[in-house]
């Protein structure tokens, strides 16, 4: 049945329209830090649309029976790791201010699902282990750009702890590269 809904031509254009929003969203929000992002950083910037970038030219070709491995993985590891790590510094927020705007709720209802889609599909990737290299070299340099560099995204409220945050996101980018891995490398090997 779930396999059935995620091939389903009408939801993938649902889902291919809402992510193609959610994307062009994600960088409007970013508008204020990329106008301040020196040109080299500019690509690593915006996290998030990026990463369902990855998932909406995902989507394209499958809504055509074509695959991008290495959008495949870039898309899975990005959005799993960005969507929880969009979700926790929203709830790390709300523990530190004592409230959260609406915003900030929609933040974590949208970046839940990111991370929950890019799973979902796993059963369709045509990953291989050159594809998840790719993306784990692409995922963990960003993780340098943000926390070495200085370009991570702006959370007022809990700057302070940008050293734990850094720390945080390296090995979320661990698991959420392992987690590719495991759910198209390793469970096909499994299957076969």
Known sequence: MLNYILTDKRFL????????????????????????TPEIFLLF????????????????FFL?????????ALAMITLFKYGVWAVVMNVLTLMADGALGWTGY??????????????????????????????????LHNDVIDYVFGQMPVYDSIDAYMNEIGYFTFWLS?????IAYWLTIRRKKANA
């Open 174 to 178: 661990i698991l959420s590269i392992s």
């Open 45 to 60: 910037v915006p996290d998030s649309p990026t990463a369902s970038l990855f998932f909406t030219i995902f989507l394209l």
């Open 106 to 139: 929609m933040l974590m209802l949208s970046h839940g699902a990111m991370a929950i889609q890019g799973l979902l599909y796993a059963p369709f990737y045509t990953i291989k282990l050159r594809h998840i290299v790719v993306a784990a070299v692409w995922t």
């Open 64 to 72: 055509f029976n074509r695959n991008v491995p290495y959008i495949e």
């Open 13 to 36: 254009l649902i889902l291919f329209w809402v992510n193609l929003f959610g994307t062009v969203y994600g960088f409007y929000w970013y508008r204020f830090q990329l106008y301040q």
